[in-house]
């Protein structure tokens, strides 16, 4: 038999809630317990919609960002550089359940527009999406896609409020990729139309950082 499980998770760091103005309220998402011929139209749809192969998206309810400044009002630290080395993830389990995933990865700096570091300094960044070892799923809160290795990136941080790394503000929205390449999971989630004014911000949102930040350095 086929069943889905809503679970309610609060995204923590070594238990304590982030404070963010990102801080997710919620996350809802659909786990298999078992197969048989015998799934329901309700599961197939909710399971189509929050799994695409290995990926699994963990819904969440975040805080508008309709602009770049929206991201900046968030920021301590804005830096460009390239993600040198991705820890393994954490992924917190009850009774077999997933309820909480992140991954820290360090950051090497390139150059720096906000905040006290230098270029060559490595900092530890919090990302909100990562790998189960044991089952080889992937799992993205409101489809956060891990950095790729050795790409630059533009980030907008905060330090966190109870542990020594960078949160990236507006989730997503602060993190924004130079190369501006797609994953095979975000066109297939383009394909699908899941997250359609998430995917148009992000684009403006980006647009508006390359544009202040690269294009007249």
Known sequence: MVSAISCFLKIRSKGDVMKNKFKILFISFFLLTSCSNGRTKS??????????????IAEAKLDYYGNLNDVEKETEVIVLGKKIKQNLSTIQKNNGYVNGVYTISNFKIEKVFKGNFKSGDVI??????????????????????????????????RHSETDPWYMISGLKFGKISLSGKKSEFRIELEKADHYPESFELECKIREEAIKKYLKNN
Do not use: C, W
């Open 124 to 157: 530890d960044v919090y990302e909100s999406a990562g790998i189960d070892e044991e089952t080889g799923k992937i799992y993205h809160i409101a489809g956060y896609e891990l950095m790729e290795k050795d790409e630059e990136y533009l980030l907008f941080l």
């Open 43 to 56: 599961y197939e749809n909710n399971f189509r919609k929050n799994q695409y192969g290995n990926h699994v």
